[in-house]
C-alpha cells in the first residue's frame, strides 16, 4: 500500500492565479504560504507586488485575542461584531449613566460571573474604563 503526499507543484508560487486563490479568495497568510510552499516570506510577498495583488497590512487581522477590543471578535479573518460582549457593554453603560463607578461596575460584572476578553482575569475599574473609552473611540 502507497501513501500519496500531495507536495505543491514546482514554482507554484510563481503563478498569479495561485496566489491569488490562496491569498485573496481564502484569505491565507503570506506566512502560511511560504510554509505551505517551501519558499521565504519575502518570495511571496515579492511575487504578489509584481503581480499587483495587493497586501494586507501586516497584522492587521490575526486569529487573537490580545489586542482586540471588548465586544469584537475575529471570525473567517474578520473583525466582526462580539453580540455577547456588546449586550454586556450596554449594560455597563447603563451602569454609568445610573452614576455607578468604574470601581462599582466591576464589582457587578465580577458577581454576575461575567468574565473579561481572557476569560482568566477579574474585571477591575480601570479595565471597566479601557472598555467604555474604546467605544467611544471607534
Avoid at 482586540?68 to 449586550?87: M, P, S, T
Avoid at 450596554?90 to 451602569?95: A, F, G, N, P, Q
Amino acid at each position: 500500500m502507497t501513501n500519496i503526499i500531495q507536495l505543491p507543484t514546482k514554482n507554484e508560487w510563481r503563478n498569479k492565479e495561485f496566489l491569488h486563490q490562496k491569498y485573496v479568495v481564502e484569505r491565507r497568510s503570506l506566512n502560511e504560504l511560504a510554509v505551505e510552499l517551501g519558499v521565504a516570506r519575502q518570495t511571496i510577498s515579492k511575487q504578489m507586488k509584481e503581480f499587483g495583488i495587493e497586501t494586507r497590512i501586516s497584522g492587521a487581522v490575526q486569529n487573537r485575542k490580545r489586542g482586540l477590543a471588548y465586544g469584537k471578535k475575529v471570525k473567517d479573518r474578520e473583525i466582526v461584531v462580539h453580540k455577547r460582549e456588546q449586550e454586556i457593554i450596554e449594560k455597563v453603560k447603563e451602569l454609568r449613566e445610573q452614576g455607578f463607578s468604574y470601581h462599582k461596575i466591576a464589582d457587578v460584572l465580577n458577581v454576575m460571573g461575567i468574565s473579561t476578553k481572557s476569560g482568566k482575569a477579574k474585571w477591575s475599574g480601570k479595565t471597566v474604563h479601557q472598555v467604555l473609552c474604546s467605544i467611544k473611540e471607534s
